[in-house]
């Protein structure tokens, strides 16, 4: 009995050993990954374009984002009237911003441009922090949610994923804003399959402190054609 008793509490504890082994930081993207389509099926996106609603402040705008995978990210937005453009691409970034007092498209800032640069990924950082040559740490568990730490040299985001969907729902980062660094949380919620197969969130709220951006997505197209020149910035 006492025999049996010790090989019973050895096969636990390998077992407990091989558990702890597997809760690292790429085993969380992983199934993050399976969870909104596999690996094979984000590898076939090479564009991913979305109509949105944008509410600020209580009133709702038109919105859309245009993604070429690897090479550009562009968002448009439409507020009172005026059109707020956002332009990543691998090589720089611009923005057009009636409210930032100019209606002439501006290169980014570095800090901004360093902040937004991978929205030309599918997934961003979190899905291609090696490539770009970032590191992940698995935090300690929060919840049910397993927080995952992005360190881009002086940036530094985590990224929340559910343990029972293992779906991305919360994403915590610093920002540069007018000169100040703010927090900002972005959460992410009711998660639809797209027409290509792979999960999306159609809810996504932001949360710059004083001021709250809510985003509705109303479709969502993968492999559409883009064409390159809305990436470049005007008159340059």
């Known amino acids: 009995m ?21 809760q690292t930081a790429d085993d969380i993207i992983g199934k993050y990954v399976d969870a909104i389509g596999g690996k094979d099926k ?4 090479k564009s991913i374009s979305t109509e949105a609603t944008l509410n600020v402040m209580g009133g709702d705008n038109p919105a859309s984002t245009t993604v070429l995978v690897g090479k550009g990210y562009r968002s448009e937005a439409e507020v009172n009237g005026s059109k707020i453009i956002q ?4 090589k720089g970034g611009w923005s057009i911003n009636p409210f930032a007092g100019g209606d002439d498209a501006a290169p980014m800032p570095d800090d901004q441009y360093q ?16 490539a ?4 992940a740490e698995l935090l300690p568990k929060d919840g049910n949610n397993y927080p995952i730490k992005i360190t881009a040299g002086k940036r530094v985001s985590t990224y929340y994923i559910d343990g029972n969907t293992w779906l ?3 994403i915590t980062a610093v920002a540069s804003m007018q000169g100040q660094d703010t927090n900002v949380v972005t959460t992410l919620s009711n998660y639809q399959k ?12 932001v949360d710059l402190g004083q001021i709250q951006l809510g985003y509705v997505l109303k479709s969502v197209t993968v492999n559409k054609d883009v064409d390159p020149k809305i990436f470049e910035m005007p008159g340059k």
């Open 2 to 22: 006492k025999i049996t008793k010790f090989f019973f509490l050895l096969l636990a504890a390998v077992s407990l050993g091989f558990a702890a082994k597997a």
């Open 42 to 45: 984000l590898a076939q996106i």
């Open 87 to 90: 332009v990543y691409t691998d």
């Open 115 to 130: 902040a937004g640069k991978d929205n030309i990924w599918v997934g961003g950082s979190l899905l291609n922090y090696k």
């Open 132 to 135: 770009a040559g970032y590191t």
């Open 168 to 170: 991305l729902n919360k």
């Open 194 to 205: 797209t027409d290509f197969g792979y999960l999306q969130a159609y809810k996504i709220d």
